[in-house]
């Protein structure tokens, strides 16, 4: 009971705390004005292409930073002004900001936005895929589809328009030429991808993030585990994917850029294969270097995973 108590008291304080900190952050901060639609995005990579559908039209906020992992996350204070002041949020949706934790659940009901009217799954019209040892949880990781991808962008594209009809002509200009090559990138990789050997079609990397992926390029994706938590690299974990591994022709596995390398390099020293590149799945790459956008991301690691599989 005195432990309830006391979470009950920190938790209260900190939302005092918050409260505190975005009212009197408005009310001390002068109008920019601005005329552009204030957008927030959980994480980098809808960031991203929240900024290629809407153009000079937006000023975009990214709440988890580049190379952080969005699935538990704690929101600082200026992800929580940002919240508030914004006129559009965009989560991925599909379990991976609202599971867990839910911290952007708690985000949204602390800031007074709603799911929606302000608040959208960029992943509205995907079809999902579930976890493979839980059948009734969503694997989030859509964007790694390059078609979905496509309809990430239609779906922001029809809420920036609902939003801001003046500018709808722009969104729709924007979203289409980005569409466009966005599914050339998706159609080379389909036919690339089919001249390889069956053999050779397994995708082996530290979390089970890659199910939209190979269901696109006709790839078997092996992991250490389902998803980052706790739970990583575990010797039961080990063991399973050293079992897969042993079946195949494959001479190279790959680790991703979210996550500890440690896992997967004891994974490569006991199956004498070599770790062969690091591959984005949940965030884009520190600005300025490869993988920086949602397509040079996309295409770093179909450029990698082909790479290696077929060497």
């Keep these: 009971m005195k432990k309830l108590l006391i979470t009950l008291l920190g938790v209260s304080a900190m939302l ?31 960031a991203d292409l929240v900024q290629e559908v809407g153009g000079s039209h937006v000023a975009v906020y990214s709440i988890v930073r580049r190379g952080v992992d969005p699935h538990e996350y704690e929101p600082r204070p200026s992800d929580v002004a940002a919240d508030a002041e914004a006129d559009l949020l965009f989560h991925n949706g599909l379990n991976l900001e609202t599971g867990g934790s839910g911290w952007f659940k708690k985000l949204v009901t ?30 989030p990781h859509a964007w790694l589809d390059l078609e979905n991808g496509v309809q990430y962008v239609r779906t922001i594209q029809r809420r920036l328009s609902d939003a801001d009809p003046a500018n ?6 924007n979203a289409d030429a980005y569409a466009d090559k966005l599914m050339a990138l998706h159609e080379a990789a389909v036919a ?15 979390e089970g993030a890659f199910k939209y992926f190979g269901a696109a390029y006709g790839v078997t994706p092996t992991y250490i585990w389902e998803i980052n938590t706790e739970s ?16 195949s022709s494959g001479k190279h596995v790959f680790v991703e850029s979210s996550v500890s390398p ?3 390099q004891k994974v490569a020293k006991e199956s004498g294969r070599t770790i062969y590149a690091k591959l984005f799945t949940d965030s884009l790459a520190a ?23 077929a060497g």
């Design 168 to 173: 709808a002509a722009a969104y729709q200009q």
């Design 16 to 46: 005092w705390g918050v409260h505190h900190f975005v009212t009197t952050r408005a009310a001390s901060q002068p109008a920019t004005g601005t005329d552009k639609l204030q957008v927030v995005a959980t994480n980098s990579i809808l």
């Design 192 to 206: 690339k991808f089919a001249r390889l050997p069956e053999n050779r079609r397994v995708l082996v990397t530290s």
């Design 262 to 264: 440690k896992a997967m």
């Design 110 to 139: 602390t800031t007074g936005q709603a799911f929606g009217k302000t608040v959208f799954a960029a992943s509205e019209g995907v079809t999902p895929k579930h976890l493979t040892t839980n059948k009734a949880e969503v694997d």
């Design 287 to 309: 600005a300025g270097t490869t993988g920086d956008t949602y397509y040079t991301m996309m295409k770093w690691n179909l450029d990698q995973i082909y790479a290696g599989l």
């Design 232 to 247: 990583q690299g575990t010797p039961a974990q080990l063991q399973a994917v050293l079992g897969k591994l042993a079946a």
